[in-house]
């Protein structure tokens, strides 16, 4: 369940900040992915800060009805290695 | 809204933006987007360069698709596109493949480029015989050699770039068998009416049934091939292909040609269409951001005679470059409108002896034709620089060549 996984933004990266959200460009892979609300630039940006996606998503106000939502976002997120499992070094 | 509404209205910086560092080119291609093949003494400096490439790392400008001309002629290019790549901005690049030597194809494999670097060689029939017609003599050999140096150097997934006609849409699945010999990708796009290609798209754009037979070889066998998001017009087929399927021309697409003039598209190379140039106070931002032009082509648009149609939401009225460069107005239905009422308008327009293509507003075509003129240029019943003439054109030297 990603919801109890700790992540963080993938190092290749980078994020646009748009009107709807952000972009994201994957330098590595080339993939170009729409963020398509301000909460989840914010929960992407701030994965890295907080224990587990769960946390990240509390912190940032999204309401609990909508992390099944969030939760699969992230995992297609995930698919295009946008954002990653963060490893133990990480922590 | 929509995230196609946010594309509408505009984004803070393109999508997808077209960089043409000269008008040069080796070829004479008789459909040249850009009718190149003259340098323009204007041409943006090395530094010049540079200087767009750090505006476009600050605005976030995750890659750019550099072309020309041949921009692999410019003495630069080499450092351009490491000083791009060098500076966070990825690198698609066209070339007719004349510089892909075995050394060059080896540095763009090694890691000096880090992956950052797309190569798509043009190539407009699967064999010789259809190739060199529109492009001239010998440059099929010139892009077959480029992508065997390519994949022989290790290069993955060089891109094999074809503009589809007439005369090569029966050739498809000879195109994916050319990719899968070279372990390239096939990207097809669409003919447009712009720069020499106003002279022979007549003659050149697919049929009606050609549309036909290439929207159902996407369905079919389209997976994996890109399009540059070209076709969304046969969307009125039924599905919708994959892509954004608007006009993103000044939304989320622009051009910055060789003299930084900044363009709608890189289709529409005219007057009308020009926003501003880098050069002047406030660069590339400046204009992206503030120009009228861009403005007003990220309003509401209406639809205007295509709002009816039960298409609409998947054609959205095709190509605002074909349209305007056929003659027909910009709220109305694509020339290849899949209905069939974009060719009504043309057949129309001509009876009534109102058909008139806008001048081009800027050629750099060769004046004097060299050996690499392809035969459809020499077979062209237009002069390539004509003037703005229509039937009824009240000049009485209109038309008229000495
Ligand atoms: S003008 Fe045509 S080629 Fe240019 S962005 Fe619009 S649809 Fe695409
Ligand atoms: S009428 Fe307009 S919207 Fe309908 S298919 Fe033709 S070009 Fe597209």
């Given at each position: 369940m990603i919801l109890d996984e700790a992540w963080r933004l993938s190092p290749s990266v980078a994020l646009r900040p748009e009107p709807f959200g952000a972009l994201a460009y994957h330098f590595g892979n080339r993939k170009l992915t729409f963020l398509k609300r301000p909460e989840l630039v914010r929960v992407v940006e701030q994965l890295a800060d907080h224990p587990d996606v769960r946390s990240t998503l509390d912190a940032v106000g999204v309401p609990e009805g909508q992390h099944p939502a969030y939760a699969a976002a992230l995992e297609g997120l995930a698919d295009a290695d946008m954002i990653r499992p963060r490893s133990e070094e990480d922590r | 809204m929509k995230l196609v509404e946010h594309f509408e209205s505009g984004l803070d910086a393109p999508i997808c933006l077209t960089w043409e560092l000269t008008y040069a080119c080796n070829l004479e291609c008789a459909h040249c987007l850009s009718s190149s093949g003259r340098r323009d003494p204007r041409e943006l400096t090395t530094e010049q360069c540079e200087a767009v490439i750090d505006e476009l790392q600050r605005m976030q400008v995750?890659?750019?698709?550099?072309?020309?001309?041949?921009?692999?002629?410019?003495?630069?290019?080499?450092?351009?596109?490491?000083?791009?790549?060098?500076?966070?901005?990825?690198?698609?690049?066209?070339?007719?493949?004349?510089?892909?030597?075995?050394?060059?194809?080896?540095?763009?494999?090694?890691?000096a480029?880090?992956?950052?670097?797309?190569?798509q060689v043009s190539l407009d029939?699967?064999?010789?015989?259809?190739?060199?017609?529109?492009?001239?003599?010998?440059?099929?050999?010139?892009?077959?050699?480029?992508?065997?140096?390519?994949?022989?150097?290790?290069?993955?997934?060089?891109?094999?770039?074809?503009?589809?006609?007439r005369e090569n849409i029966g050739q498809l699945d000879a195109f994916a068998a050319l990719a899968e010999e070279y372990g390239a990708t096939l990207r097809l796009t669409r003919?447009?009416?712009?720069?020499?290609?106003?002279?022979?798209?007549d003659e050149l754009h697919p049929l009606p049934e050609q549309q036909r037979e290439l929207y159902d070889w996407l369905m079919a066998r389209g997976e994996g091939v890109l399009t540059g998001d070209s076709f969304?017009?046969?969307?009125?087929?039924?599905?919708?292909?994959?892509?954004?399927?608007?006009?993103?021309?000044?939304?989320?697409?622009?051009?910055?040609?060789?003299?930084?003039d900044v363009y709608a598209c890189p289709f529409a190379i005219h007057e009308e269409f020009l926003a501003g140039n880098v050069l002047t106070g406030g660069g590339f931002q400046r204009v992206w951001q503030d120009s009228p032009l861009f403005a007003d082509l990220r309003s509401p648009q209406t639809g205007g005679a295509c709002a009816q149609c039960a298409h609409y939401d998947g054609c959205r009225g095709g190509c605002m470059a074909a349209k305007f460069f056929t003659g027909l107005p910009l709220d109305g239905p694509d020339p290849e409108c899949v209905q069939g009422y974009g060719e009504h308008s043309l057949n129309e327009l001509s009876l009534a002896g109102a058909r008139s293509i806008p001048?081009?507003?800027?050629?750099?075509?060769?004046?004097?034709?060299?050996?690499?003129?392809?035969?459809?240029?020499?077979?062209?019943?237009?002069?390539?620089?004509?003037?703005p003439v229509s039937d009824c054109a009240e000049n009485p030297l209109a038309g008229w060549t000495p």
């Open positions: - | 995750f890659y750019v698709n550099i072309g020309g001309g041949e921009p692999t002629i410019r003495p630069d290019f080499w450092h351009l596109l490491e000083y791009a790549v060098n500076h966070q901005v990825g690198v698609k690049f066209s070339t007719n493949g004349v510089r892909i030597t075995p050394e060059r194809a080896a540095f763009l494999a090694s890691p480029c880090g992956g950052y670097v797309d190569v029939g699967a064999t010789a015989e259809v190739n060199d017609r529109v492009r001239g003599p010998g440059s099929y050999d010139t892009a077959i050699r480029a992508l065997a140096n390519l994949r022989d150097a290790g290069f993955a997934d060089a891109k094999i770039s074809v503009v589809c006609t003919l447009r009416p712009s720069g020499r290609g106003a002279d022979v798209w969304f017009h046969l969307a009125a087929f039924g599905e919708a292909l994959p892509g954004l399927n608007l006009c993103g021309a000044g939304r989320v697409v622009c051009l910055i040609d060789p003299v930084g001048a081009a507003s800027q050629d750099h075509s060769r004046a004097v034709p060299t050996r690499n003129q392809p035969v459809l240029l020499k077979l062209m019943t237009r002069p390539p620089a004509r003037p």
